[in-house]
T-cell receptor
Framework: GEDVEQSLFLSVREGDSSVINCTYT??????LYWYKQEPGAGLQLLTY?????DMKQDQRLTVLLNKKDKHLSLRIADTQTGDSAIYFC??????????FGKGTRLHILP | GAVVSQHPSWVICKSGTSVKIECRSL??????MFWYRQFPKQSLMLMAT?????????EQGVEKDKFLINHASLTLSTLTVTSAHPEDSSFYIC???FGLGGPTEETQYFGPGTRLLVL
């Protein structure tokens, strides 16, 4: 069935790069998304990648997609304390169904 | 794990009618729930934050008189699309915040979504 997996926790030192990984099972994905959840707040769209792309860069964010391995990653360069949040990976299938991962909690170390 | 349900999963209605969508946290209490809308081929957009016992907080551009939210209990939030029009046709997803360690420990659990088609 359809599933999106993420590791639950990641700790990174301030100033280092954070890499959050996600794997998905359904190869019919059209778009893949990264959302950010700050404490007590709803999801906010961070970035997305179309399924026929390999990479997308947006300021400090780089998304890499390996479609063969069904692996998606989000790299945050120069991680700041404001990046501390939960990051959700999501895929949208051809029928518009959206599948979420359980979220990766990013903790910033001083 | 925490489970969130939505009802109905599918609804078709005539233009001008109102539709109520329920979001329930089945095995935990949620003081905060969120309502999202997904347009075809697009990502989720946050519509509003629903807080138990108080008024919902709406995102900019979302009409609060059009999308009525009621969070009357710790396990139920409802979204009513009033006087629905075809442009309201969309996929509506709710989520509930759950965590035992305070706001920094909470994560969201998503409902399966409700697909609304307004004719």
């Amino acid at each position: 069935g359809e599933d999106v997996e993420q590791s639950l926790f990641l700790s990174v030192r301030e100033g280092d790069s954070s890499v959050i990984n996600c794997t998905y099972t359904d190869s019919s994905s059209t778009y893949l998304y990264w959302y950010k959840q700050e404490p007590g707040a709803g999801l906010q769209l961070l970035t997305y990648i179309f399924s026929n792309m390999d990479m997308k860069q947006d300021q400090r964010l780089t998304v890499l997609l390996n479609k063969k391995d069904k692996h998606l990653s989000l790299r945050i360069a120069d991680t700041q304390t404001g990046d501390s949040a939960i990051y959700f990976c999501a895929e949208i299938l051809k029928d518009d169904k959206i599948i979420f991962g359980k979220g990766t909690r990013l903790h910033i170390l001083p | 794990g925490a489970v969130v349900s939505q009802h109905p999963s599918w609804v078709i209605c005539k233009s001008g009618t109102s539709v109520k969508i329920e979001c329930r946290s089945l095995d935990f209490q949620a003081t905060t729930m969120f309502w999202y809308r997904q347009f075809p081929k697009q990502s989720l957009m946050l519509m509003a934050t629903s807080n138990e016992g108080s008024k919902a907080t709406y995102e900019q551009g979302v009409e609060k008189d059009k999308f009525l939210i009621n969070h009357a209990s710790l396990t139920l939030s409802t979204l009513t699309v009033t006087s629905a029009h075809p442009e309201d046709s969309s996929f509506y997803i709710c989520s509930a915040l759950f965590g035992l360690g305070g706001p920094t420990e909470e994560t969201q659990y998503f409902g399966p979504g409700t697909r609304l088609l307004v004719l």
